[in-house]
């Protein structure tokens, strides 16, 4: 439970802050996971396969004893499960990624219908302000430009 009555909304504020178009960010989410699951699982099955393979040709070989093959099993598992683990951190930084950079060109896009939304509404005072590191910050320039432009041809009011 809470102690502060405005957390949750705080949270879910936060949350929908960052998927700003929720279909466009979560499509792209969900094609990189789909993409990355693919690449773990291909990259997995080609490591298992060959080191399988490898494991195999030199146990033939060597003739060792069952206890060394049971060894050299658990140490195979062990290292699949942590390309498992590492696999599935990437697919997790991969989507958490792909959300922060839509973030950063969805935003803007905001601002820009908003900016336009205004100019055709008449107000030539309006202005695009983006936030640091988003994207299009030449078209917002150039946004501010025409709007000061049009505010000269307007004149005084």
């Known amino acids: 439970m809470n102690d502060h009555p405005g957390a949750e909304g705080r949270r879910r504020r936060k949350v929908r802050n960052y ?33 399988r393979q490898r494991e195999a040709r030199w146990l033939e070989f060597s003739g060792v004893s069952s206890d060394m093959r049971s060894i050299l099993t658990d140490y195979q598992n ?20 792909s959300i922060l950079f839509t973030h950063r060109m969805v935003g803007p896009t905001y601002a820009f219908r908003r900016h336009l939304r205004a100019l055709r509404d008449g107000d030539y005072h309006a202005h695009t302000t983006l936030r640091p590191h988003d994207a299009f910050e030449e078209v917002a ?16 009011r």
């Open 19 to 51: 998927l700003l178009e929720p279909r466009i960010q979560l499509r792209l989410g969900l094609v990189n996971v789909v993409l990355s699951l693919a690449f773990a699982a291909t990259l997995l099955g080609v490591l298992g396969y060959h080191q």
């Open 78 to 97: 062990d290292v699949f499960v942590i390309l498992a683990l590492l696999s599935l951190v990437f697919v997790v930084l991969s989507v958490a990624c």
């Open 141 to 156: 320039v150039e946004l501010n430009e025409l709007s000061a432009a049009l505010r000269e041809r307007e004149g005084p």
